[in-house]
Nanobody, 125 residues
Framework: QLQASGGGLVQPGGPLRLSCEAS????????IGWFRQAPGKEREGVSC????????FYAASVKGRFTVSRDRVKNAGYLQMNSLTPEDTGLYYC????????????????????WGQGTLVTVSS
């Protein structure tokens, strides 16, 4: 099972770090994807980090502000979010997919088969 955590209320410009923890299995052979869904909007692929080569990919809207990472020892993935804006508000999910997902579809939710419950991020003053 996957569990995303670390969400909360943060002021514009502030940081948050989300965690994705797995129980009952290893994340080591799986690409980890981060997705978000704002009210009334479709789920958006924010970032992903492949298991095969640890390459990372980002949505244009978060590139330079968000950093995705993974920790083999802790069996967890992370999404460091900096310079948050109200447009980053939403329910954030982590998910796992195949060991290697090609770049063009790495942020496509259709290629992920295990999902955790989301954690809510609210950016507001």
């Amino acid at each position: 099972q996957l569990q995303a955590s670390g969400g909360g209320l943060v002021q514009p410009g502030g940081p948050l770090r989300l965690s994705c923890e797995a129980s009952g299995g290893s994340l080591d052979d799986h690409t980890i994807g981060w997705f978000r869904q704002a009210p009334g909007k479709e789920r958006e692929g924010v970032s992903c980090i492949r298991a095969s080569d640890r390459n990372t990919f980002y949505a244009a809207s978060v590139k330079g502000r968000f950093t995705v990472s993974r920790d083999r020892v802790k069996n967890a993935g992370y999404l460091q979010m900096n310079s948050l804006t109200p447009e980053d508000t939403g329910l954030y999910y982590c998910a796992t997919g195949a060991r290697h997902i090609i770049a063009s579809i790495c942020r496509n939710p259709s290629y992920y088969d295990k999902w955790g419950q989301g954690t809510l991020v609210t950016v507001s003053s």
